[in-house]
């Protein structure tokens, strides 16, 4: 996303939207979610909507993972949130990762010997 973040001008027209809507927000979604449940756990203290918003995201996690507990019983929309939920935090941590210089050397193939 870095290297072709002037595909993000507007004068690009649709290849701009398809790249902000592909590639920008699977960069930001897992940072969006996190500011979204922190935003909702501050406004909790003054709100009950926002304490019953916070209450469902944290609800909504924790069953994604509590799926895998149920094995091979575990049901297909559980499944998908626990899909949805590991795409995200792999795609944080390869975020991180990215910008805490992991992959500063170029990948290459293991030759088998």
């Known amino acids: ?4 973040a002037w595909l993000l001008n507007p004068k690009f027209g649709g290849v701009a939207l398809a790249f902000a809507s592909g590639k920008a927000l ?3 979604a897992p940072f ?6 922190l935003g909702s ?3 909790a203290a003054g709100s009950a909507v926002f304490a019953t ?3 469902m995201q944290i609800a909504g996690l924790l069953s ?6 149920l094995g091979s019983a575990e ?3 559980l499944a998908l949130a626990r899909y949805v939920v590991a795409g995200h935090i792999a795609s944080a941590t390869g975020v991180v990762r990215y910008f805490s210089g992991a992959y500063a050397k ?3 193939r293991d030759v088998l010997a």
Request: a positive charge; charged letters at 15%; zero cysteines.
């Open 64 to 69: 994604a993972e509590a799926g895998a507990l």
């Open 1 to 4: 996303m870095i290297r072709l």
């Open 106 to 108: 170029p990948w290459r």
């Open 26 to 28: 699977r960069v930001a």
């Open 32 to 37: 969006l979610i996190v500011l979204g449940l």
């Open 75 to 77: 049901p297909r929309g």
């Open 41 to 43: 756990l501050i406004l």
């Open 53 to 55: 918003l916070a209450a």
